[in-house]
């Protein structure tokens, strides 16, 4: 008698968790076919930013989960702009940036690839436009000061960034293959002795 009831749990518990695995595998190929698309990406993460944005405007709250969102956004984009191996940190043997003119090209390798930058900042906004329907997370705040709070710490930290560019060098954008012109021929010379 013991064993009917349990062989039926478990055998809608392993197909309710082999289902579960095929969505997510699904998911998955899906999200790796969007890898090469950036741009559409892109476009859909601020679909959903604008969705986000219409959403606290129109319930006129949920400042705090807002500020959240920007400070890990922020955190995101500080690890997007931040060389994988920061020479301030530790030396190591793999690719370090160029600190000189003379030395070897090193390409930029970022902490947080593009790739996974996009991914988590559209969690992200997914999470916080989930949280605007529970009214437990509409804390009461006087957003001004969290607003100015959020901009003091955005300019600090893109200070002390772009400083950290600037000590070590590095862009961590493509700005497109440079092109070899060749040497300017010496005006007034012909370049062939004929």
């Known amino acids: 008698m013991e064993g009917v009831g349990g062989d039926g749990v478990s055998g809608a518990a392993a197909s309710l968790n082999q289902r579960g695995h095929e969505v ?3 998911f998955q190929y899906y999200l790796d076919k969007s890898t090469p698309h950036a741009v559409y990406r892109w476009i859909g993460t601020c679909v959903l930013l604008v969705l986000y944005a219409l959403r606290v405007y ?5 400042y705090i989960v807002t500020y959240g969102l920007g400070i890990y956004i922020l955190n995101l984009l500080i690890g997007f702009l931040s060389p994988l191996v920061d020479p301030e940190m530790e030396p190591s043997d793999g690719p370090l940036l160029p600190t000189k003119g003379s030395d070897e090209f090193k390409p930029f390798i970022r902490r947080l690839p593009e790739f996974k930058f996009w991914y ?9 436009f989930v949280m605007t329907f529970f009214s437990i997370f509409d804390v009461p705040v006087f957003w001004p000061i969290l607003l ?4 003091v ?6 200070k002390r960034q772009i400083m950290h560019m600037i000590k070590y060098k590095y862009i ?11 040497k300017k021929p010496v ?8």
């Open 24 to 26: 997510w595998k699904l």
């Open 58 to 62: 129109y319930v006129q709250g949920f």
């Open 120 to 128: 988590a900042i559209t969690k992200a906004f997914c999470v916080a």
């Open 148 to 151: 100015c709070y959020w901009l």
């Open 153 to 158: 710490l955005f300019v600090l930290t893109m």
């Open 172 to 182: 961590p954008f493509n700005i497109g293959k440079q092109k070899y012109t060749g």
């Open 187 to 194: 005006s007034g010379s012909s370049p062939r002795a004929d």
